[in-house]
């Protein structure tokens, strides 16, 4: 017995050996001649040969037969993929067969197989198949790999007759319809899963597993054979599998393992290897990800345009008479139809026609099949000359002036590549990356979804989203204007230079060409050139400073410009990522626009005038709780100006309410609420000011992993520190309420240590960070009054990256006045008011500039 388990062993090393050699020979083929078709198939072959001499060796007996399902056993087998096997037998197992299919798995283990397998009879096979679509999926691509060619023929027999059409149709629609789903629907995210996300190989698999189940046939040119797709078509359907293929397969040559989704580890190798070379102002890995993304945009197209000719073959609609819209269009059931197939060719405006006439009815559900292929053939023939035809321009404006569909249907152009012919300057930035750490869309689907915000804006059943911006929404002429501008203050990213002033130009170009009249022209050129402006100004400046109000006033120049740049704003900050907005930024930017309407309307507030308004608003709220006047004039008398600048009258009263009792307190006084406005605590200190207590409190927020999203510092008159931090968890679930206790004694106690600063804690930055680092910038420069400094910083973000900088400045006996502590999602971008004798000396500044970097640094 020992002795046939030792040659059973001495074989399998054998096979293994033999099987390594065979895949670095096809590794390096394929690294000297790219074609992935040839690797699959010399893959699988060599795994055919290594599992027949094993199933020789080691067969459970004569009767079963060994069968390749899935991928395998289409012939597609990818270096790390798992080999899916079907051990058929005639009938139940006995305990001896038992014992040999123990066996025979473990040999192909050994042999350094990886296999997923599974045993079955013909009568289990079916009952499987029946209940799981998944199976009956995999069984549909099996193939005989070795053993009784009778077994096999009679499975064969049984499940094809087994196989119901319809209902497979049915079924793998709906898998399709839930995959996507999973995938949030876009093909576009940063790290795509190239197998399963829209526009993956499965979309491609899918249509070939039906054609194959509706005995259409198992190719591209069998389905062409057939008529259900045509020439050019599976010609573009081959190219598309090709280049997914590659990507595959060079995943998984790069991870050693089964990968298939692009992450960002291996983008730049991945472009490498793809040959793409980088050059200023694009990556290579962003050239490598457009393709995939244009090569995943054409596959849900094509995918489209099949998936519904299957199902008018399969599940035809009744044949009710057509419906005439024009002598162009008309509606077959609920479809939305050509009444010429050509009609696309010979008049290309009547492309945009077609989208117009989908937001105008809406009983339409669809395109039909025919209409969705004369739209893909004749897809590049609404550019050029077609283009600049009076009647597209007009349909185009049109389009975009409807009262709905606005998104759906550019959301549909764009997938039809429509939108990238009419827009040239758009087609370039279709399937365009945004490595800026707080995009996480391609720049034409953050285009989309800022054009879907303002849309938002104009629909009553969603004004308690944003209240304000519904309400400016609604009595905005004209708020088509706003979706232009929308559609083009991104256009201009990936040229270099100034992305901002390049796309005002194309706009203004869009808006000549459009016939828009002159004023409307000039707002949308100002949206486009200072979309960015409004939110620099509320994140990066003081809003409650009357000269920062009147320098922005200054800008926007009239209260309709400011109502378009502010709804713009909102639109764009809340479509580059769900975590970049929050109720802290939506403050910010509705106080610097109500204060901002006020100085353009002329009821802008004198400086004590607005002291005296804020104030009275703050002793109005302490008469709720009860409170007399007379309890806040000792705490205010030791409160200066830009105290009441910096704070609202909520917050200005709720700290009286904590403090007014101890205004000559000696010990650290720290009370914390749940945060006003959206999520996280406000935490009030208030103690005798001393050397590094900023860094402090930073260390200890950093220990109990709390992120600083705003600081508001201020010393009063009798030099304590009165501080505010507005914070937020880290995790994915915050007890905001149970930590409230917990801060106000544990952060009292750390305020009254002498015990030196710890060390900053090494932390680990996200791997956008860490493949897509941004450059940091530290600029310390004197304030006008030159009174103060303000230090700027930009910086990938990382949990205890203040505490680093707070030690710092703590160290060179820097004083902070005021921080402005800002997060876009993996990106920091803070400005800190400092003073202190170091930044007097060039010597010493230059070093204290030295130490932000190195701090600043991913891994610093």
Known sequence: MSGGLQQSGNQAAEWRKSLQIARQA??????????????????????????????KHAAPSRQSALIATGGYGRRELYPCSDIDLLVLIPHAPSAQERERLERLVGLFWDAGLEVGHSVRTIESCLEEAAADVTVQTALL???????????HARFMVATSAAMDPVAFFKAKKLEQEQRHAKHLDVAYALEPNLKEAPGGLRDLQVIRWIAQACGIGRSWRDLVADGLVLPAEAAQLARHESTLQQFRIRLHYLAGRREDRIAFDYQSALAEQSGCRGAPPRRASEQVMQRYYRTAQSVIQLNTILMQNLEARLLPEPDWPPRELNERF?????????????????QP??????????????????????????????????GGRARRHPVARLLFLHILQQ????????????????????????????????????????????????????RRFTMPDLAHEFPLCSQLMSGFPRNWLLYVAALYHDIAKGRGG??????????????????????DASLVRFLVEHHLSMSAVAQKQDVHDPDVITAFAATVRSERRLVALFLLTVADVRGTSPKVWNAWKAKLLEDLFRSTRRALTGEILQLDAALAHKQAEA????????????????????????????????EIAWQTRMLHARVDTAVPVVRARLAPIGEGLQVLVYAPDREALFARICGYFDRVNFNIIEAKVHTTRGGRALDSFLVMGQGPVAHYRDMIGLIETDLAGELISDAPLASPRPARVSRRVRHFPITPVVDIRPDERDKYHVLSLVAADRPGLLYSVASILAAHRINLHTARINTLGDRVEDVLLVSGPALRTPKKLLALERELLKALQVGG
Not at 47 to 52: E, I, Q
Not at 141 to 151: I, M, N, P, Q, Y
Not at 330 to 346: A, N, Q
Not at 499 to 519: K, M, N, T, W, Y
């Open 349 to 382: 405006h009547s492309v945009l026609e077609g989208f117009l006439l989908m937001q105008q009815h809406q009983e339409l559900r669809g395109m039909s099949a025919t209409m969705l292929r004369a739209l893909w053939r004749a897809r590049r023939r609404i």
């Open 141 to 151: 691509e099996a193939r005989l790999v070795a053993g009784s060619k009778d077994l």
């Open 619 to 650: 002793a109005r709220l302490l008469r709720l709780y009860a409170l007399p006047d007379t309890v806040k004039e000792r705490f205010w008398a030791e409160l200066d100006t830009p105290y009441f600048l910096r704070h609202d009258a909520q």
């Open 330 to 346: 008309l509606v077959r059931g609920e479809l939305l139809d050509v009444r010429d197939p050509g009609i696309f060719e010979d």
């Open 498 to 519: 100034d992305h901002s002033v390049l796309g005002a130009a194309e706009v203004s170009r869009f808006c000549a060409q459009h016939g828009i009249a002159p004023d």
């Open 26 to 55: 096809l590794r390096e083929d394929f690294a000297a001649n790219p074609r992935p078709a040839r690797l699959l198939r010399l893959h699988s072959a060599h795994v055919d040969a290594t599992l027949r001499q094993i199933w």
């Open 403 to 454: 009262p709905r569909g606005i998104v759906h249907e550019f959301r549909r152009m764009n997938q039809y590549g429509i939108l990238a012919e009419y827009l040239p300057e758009f087609g370039r930035i279709a399937g365009q990356m945004q490595h800026d750490l707080f995009h996480v869309y391609t720049v034409d689907q953050h285009i989309l979804m800022v054009v879907r915000n303002l």
